[in-house]
């Protein structure tokens, strides 16, 4: 996130970032007289592109793809200090597939985030608006690869496909949501969000509901969360995590631990186990994640490894590699990339990308 000037070709034409972005900001945010003036907004993102090989059970492809170093998107965010401690904001992020150009969503331009927010050091943030669900700010913590498009967190442990069809998923965003998050006290944190009723990743109605407890040190974070989805039928979707990671220097060790139990006696169980570990020396850091995935009474099981290597060009650019692998066992089809596989087959990715950050 930066502010970089806008330059027009001449020097008496450039003016701060800020600046030029208070009148946009204004109309979003429809706010009237010179408040966006004295407020600070930034521009800022990603743009990621790649070259993948996968290989599943139904033969291999060879693609240019978005998202695996980082998700390519845009936003806008800005903060207004309002005296005695308080202070309000705005947040507004798309994403987008750079390899083509489109939106991630075509009926959502917002469809990362769109919130506002006041908060205080004493009294903590009350945010309204699509955000992150309770399960964000743990599982980002523990996972090497933060949840990114080939992440093994992300496709596998909070993957309901084959767990029935009363199970609901957890979408990525929370629209229609209210959030409290408590102030900061030595470490420790809580949050509480509410969605009232959206369409979920299925496409039906639903109701989201998620607690967050955590504890965010120098070297040590911990975290526990609950989330629950009710769909219009009432069903409930449990999603249980927990998560561990320490600083032994420079480098950081990780588990994650999720379970998804639905509430229909017809629905199977998953609980997901995950190692991760992210060594940084010098401009290169390299990064490892193995995940086991157990679905009780169905006998499908899965097991993944994904090994990761940035080298940093910059601050803000990097080149990326990732190698993965998915051993699908029973009726399991988990797969990455959106490579093509069927139950019981092992699916292969390896990607070669670029990264650049403002």
Request: hydrophobic letters at 35%; glycine letters at 14%.
């Amino acid at each position: 996130m930066s502010r970089i000037p806008i330059c027009t070709g001449t020097t008496a034409y450039r003016r701060p970032l800020r600046v030029a972005l208070s009148g946009l900001a204004t109309g979003v945010l429809l706010v009237v007289g010179n408040t966006a003036a004295r407020a600070d907004v930034q521009l800022y993102g990603a743009v990621d592109n790649y070259v993948s090989y996968d290989s599943g059970g139904k033969g291999s492809s060879t693609q240019v793809g978005s998202g695996a170093g980082s998700t390519s998107r845009f936003g806008l965010t800005g903060t207004e200090d309002l005296g005695g401690g308080l202070e309000s904001g705005f947040r507004l992020e798309s994403g987008f597939t750079a390899n083509n150009g489109t939106l991630q969503s075509s009926n959502t331009i917002f469809n990362r985030e769109a919130n506002v927010w006041l908060s205080s050091r004493r009294y903590g943030m009350l945010k309204l608006g699509r955000q992150f669900p309770t399960i964000f700010p743990l599982s980002s913590q523990v996972d090497p690869y933060a949840l990114t498009k080939l992440s093994l967190m992300s496709n596998l442990a909070y993957a309901t496909s084959d767990l029935g069809g009363s199970a609901t998923g957890i979408d990525s965003r929370v629209a229609n949501a209210v959030s409290y998050t408590t102030p900061d006290m030595s470490g420790f944190s809580g949050q509480v969000l509410y969605g009232f009723s959206t369409a979920s990743a299925s496409g039906a109605p639903a109701h989201f509901t998620g607690y967050l407890a955590q504890y965010d040190g120098q070297r040590l974070y911990a975290g526990l969360s609950y989330n629950v989805v009710r769909d219009d039928l009432s069903r409930a979707t449990d999603h249980y995590g927990a998560g561990l990671s320490y600083k032994i220097g420079s480098s950081t060790l990780s588990l994650a631990y999720n379970r998804i139990v639905p509430s229909v006696a017809s629905g199977r169980i998953a609980t997901t186990y995950l190692l991760g570990a992210t060594v940084p020396v010098g401009p290169h850091v390299f990064k490892l994640s193995v995940i086991e995935r157990l679905v009780a009474g169905g006998g499908n099981h899965a097991f993944g490894a994904l090994g990761g290597y940035d080298y940093q060009l910059s601050k803000r650019t990097a080149l990326y590699a990732r190698m993965a692998w998915i051993n699908n066992g029973g009726a399991s089809a988990l797969t990455l990339d959106n490579a093509q596989t069927s139950a019981g087959r092992d699916v292969f990715v390896t990607a070669l990308g670029v990264t650049h950050r403002f």
